[in-house]
């Protein structure tokens, strides 16, 4: 018996794995990582997978990075823990001087979280705390755009909106606002994403005018719908968004927890439309792929609300366990030494444009209704019928196909239902992207060529889709 087998009988047998129909690994082997370097993840039998995902967003300077790795194990001999209500420590100090630095103007407390999905939390609990603090406690409802993802916990799904992670949880769920999402992939012949973009403000505009006094804050994915299926919109939004928020008196949530960090092109989303949200939510390649940690910068105007005698208990009394861990906080560093010292950020756009070339030609792909590209993200989507965009049935599980075609080439390309994208880390050649593009054409010819008769033996689950 293998040994890759052996590993994945031990783990089946005891573990439940995240974002998984179990049962679908009766037929799909579960692949068990016995170490990393770069790009490359190797599997317990000897064989390499290309990690186009960067495994889930965070690996954006490979695995084993030397560079994170050392901060790290220096750290481990220094400081590995302490609480931080009554206590602080030089990472932490540190880390959150170099993010108001870093981030746009304006933002200026850090408050830290061990997840994405608790940054959210923190973030929406932040927002309606301050409006409670400031005598209008009837605000509190929040405005999502259709289609969002941002995360897991109860309310962090309340402002989601892929059915597939919520449709099951509505009972439990928050009463919010959705507004059409400015989507582009949905806009008319013709017309341009900055033009759809801002047609698709007219609902926002009418929704904030109808609803502004109850609501806390707008909460957005800017610029990528990421969970969504990789769907994009142009910075225009965002800048009409904070135009009106001000209007308004609601709050801006960006979410950039899957978006930071240079994946659309600039270190962070909001940049490209200039713009200062009052909360900004950052996670992910935060810590180059090695702990888990979220931080929500906010402004000055939202931190004095709160600031006030202990008795008048308007403080903020919020707690994770693992807030400012040291060891998240080193990593965090040596990630942001690495984007200072080797202008990643310009690098970016030499290989995001070897991509667009590279993955060019599947536009011309009779399934394929289009491929789409911001910055370090690049997403195709496959279509029953090109002329009308008609999606395939989710039962057929098409995406499902590519990936699996994908592994057996040595590349993990996780599809999102139809979708096939990549997030390289940003330390790929462009060797390997012309890899991956081979990869990618000849899993979406595989799986787009049988028509009718195509699904696989169980229907009954639903689309392979995952978080991102
Ligand atoms: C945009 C966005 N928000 C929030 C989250 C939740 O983060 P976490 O999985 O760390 O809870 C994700 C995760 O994929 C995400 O993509």
Redesign the pocket.
């Known amino acids: 018996m293998s040994q890759n087998h052996q590993w994945m009988q031990r783990d089946l047998r005891v573990l439940w794995h995240p974002c998984t129909q179990m049962k679908d690994h009766e037929r799909l082997p579960l692949i068990p990582i016995r170490k990393a370097s770069g790009v490359w993840l190797e599997d317990f039998d000897g064989k390499r997978y290309l990690d186009a995902v960067s495994s889930?967003?965070v690996n954006v300077f490979g695995h084993a990075n030397v560079r994170i790795g050392e901060r790290v194990k220096a750290q481990l001999d220094t400081i590995e823990h302490v609480m931080l209500a009554g206590f602080s420590h030089a990472p932490v100090v540190e880390l959150s001087e170099r993010l108001v630095a870093i981030t746009p103007d304006g933002l200026s407390r850090v408050f830290y979280a061990d997840?994405?999905?608790?940054?959210?939390e923190v973030a929406l609990k932040m927002s309606h705390h301050f409006w409670v603090n400031s005598g209008q406690a009837q605000k509190k409802r929040f405005i999502t755009l259709t289609n969002s993802?941002?995360?897991?916990?109860v309310a962090?799904m309340s402002v989601g909106d892929v059915a597939l992670f919520t449709d099951t949880y509505k009972a439990l769920l928050l009463d919010c606002i959705k507004v059409p999402s400015p989507d582009c992939y949905l806009r008319g012949e013709g017309v341009s994403w900055e033009q759809h973009s801002r047609e698709m403000f007219a609902e926002m505009e009418k929704t904030l005018a109808e609803h502004a006094g109850e609501v806390a804050a707008v909460i957005v994915?800017p610029l990528i719908q990421?969970?969504g299926g990789m769907r994009m919109y142009h910075p225009i939004y965002l800048r009409l968004l904070r135009e009106a928020c001000d209007r308004y008196q609601v709050h801006l949530i960006h979410?950039e927890?899957?978006?930071g960090f240079g994946r659309t092109g600039t270190l962070f989303a909001c940049e490209q439309a200039q713009i200062t949200p009052d909360f900004l939510i950052l996670?992910?390649a935060l810590t180059g792929g090695y702990l888990?940690m979220?931080a929500c910068l906010t402004t000055d105007n939202i931190y004095q609300a709160f600031y006030d005698d202990y008795a008048s208990l308007r403080g903020f009394l919020h707690s994770h366990t693992y807030t400012g861990n040291p060891l998240a906080c080193a990593a965090a560093l040596a990630t942001l030494d690495i984007f200072e010292q080797d202008d990643v950020i310009r690098a970016n756009r030499a290989l995001a444009l070897h991509m667009q070339k590279a993955f060019a030609p599947l536009a011309a792909h009779s399934h394929v209704a289009e491929v789409r590209q911001t910055g370090m993200v690049l997403a195709v989507e496959m279509v029953a019928d090109k002329a009308s965009k008609r999606p395939y049935p989710w039962q057929q599980r098409r995406g499902l196909a590519v990936y699996q075609h994908a592994l057996s080439r040595g590349a993990l390309l996780r599809p999102l239902g139809s979708v096939v994208y990549l997030l390289p880390p940003y330390v790929i050649t462009p060797e390997q992207i012309d890899f991956l593009a081979e990869v990618a054409f000849e899993g979406i010819e595989l799986a787009t060529r049988e028509t009718e008769a195509f699904s696989y033996a169980d229907k009954r689950y639903p689309d392979f889709r995952d978080?991102?």
């Open positions: 889930w967003w997840n994405g999905s608790s940054g959210i993802y941002h995360g897991e916990t962090a994915e990421g969970a979410d927890i899957a978006v996670s992910k888990p979220a978080t991102g």
